[in-house]
């Protein structure tokens, strides 16, 4: 079992929909970050988060260290949005490495 | 405002053959991080350097596997007789390495390599 875990793996949606994102993990953690990848492009940092909410433009990302979950939403979604979003963690007994989820592809159409 | 660049952006080689990827992270960052993504998969951890250190090397797969950066800077990861599963995408991230909260990882495009 893989101590990240997103679901769903794909998903599509209509422009201006909004997308939720999910990400559960197993291990205790310092902070979950949130991170954008385009087809054969390079990995952008969207959140980093260590308790509650944050937003930027469009996006909100949230998390609870209780349940250890977060999510990604996506409000007004739009083509430009079509990525790989990826879910990982910082653990708190290891170094600052990061352990990564497989990520959801997200495609929006017009 | 250089971010995180490696080279090369893509290479091809054969089994059995020698490569090296390099990674030059963002002037001042202290932490250097190696990931490997294969395809459809997420990203998996290599190695972290602290400074010209190996802070952990507990990802790399095996003794073919090697990566130096000595002078805190600029970092290399050697691959030896390579082997088809080797085929990857390889990621390096710098981060500032304060051990201070917040301490985003800044992630280059990679370097794809593909053993034939």
């Known amino acids: 079992k893989n101590e990240v875990e997103q679901s769903p793996q794909n998903l599509t949606a209509q422009e201006g929909e909004f997308i939720t994102i999910n990400c559960s993990y197993s291990?205790?953690?310092?902070?979950l970050h949130w991170l954008q990848q385009h087809p054969g492009g390079g990995i952008v940092s969207l959140f980093m988060?260590?308790?509650g909410k944050k937003k930027h433009g469009r996006l909100i990302a949230t998390i609870n260290i209780q349940e250890k979950h977060s999510s990604l939403h996506i409000t007004a979604s739009h083509p430009r949005d079509s990525a790989v979003y990826i879910c990982?963690?910082?653990?708190?007994?290891?170094?600052?490495?990061?352990?990564f989820g497989t990520g959801t592809r997200l495609q929006v159409f017009p | 405002g250089a971010g995180v660049s490696q080279t090369p952006s893509n290479k091809v080689t054969e089994k059995g053959k020698y490569v090296e990827l390099r990674c030059d992270p963002i002037?001042?960052?202290?932490?250097l991080y190696w990931y490997r993504q294969s395809l459809g998969q997420g990203p998996e951890f290599l190695i972290y350097?602290?400074?010209?250190?190996?802070?952990?090397d507990s990802g790399l797969p095996n003794d073919r596997f090697f990566a130096v950066r000595p002078e805190g800077s600029v970092s290399t990861l050697k691959i030896q007789r390579t082997e088809r599963g080797d085929s990857a995408v390889y990621l390096c991230?710098?981060?500032?390495?304060?051990?201070?909260?917040?301490?985003?990882?800044?992630f280059g495009p990679g370097t794809r390599l593909t053993v034939l």
């Open positions: 991230a710098s981060s500032l390495g304060t051990g201070v909260l917040p301490d985003t990882q800044y």
């Open positions: 291990v205790g953690i310092s902070a």
């Open positions: 988060l260590s308790s």
């Open positions: 990982a963690v910082k653990g708190v007994y290891n170094t600052d490495k990061l352990i």
């Open positions: 002037s001042g960052h202290t932490a």
């Open positions: 350097f602290q400074g010209t250190g190996a802070a952990d």
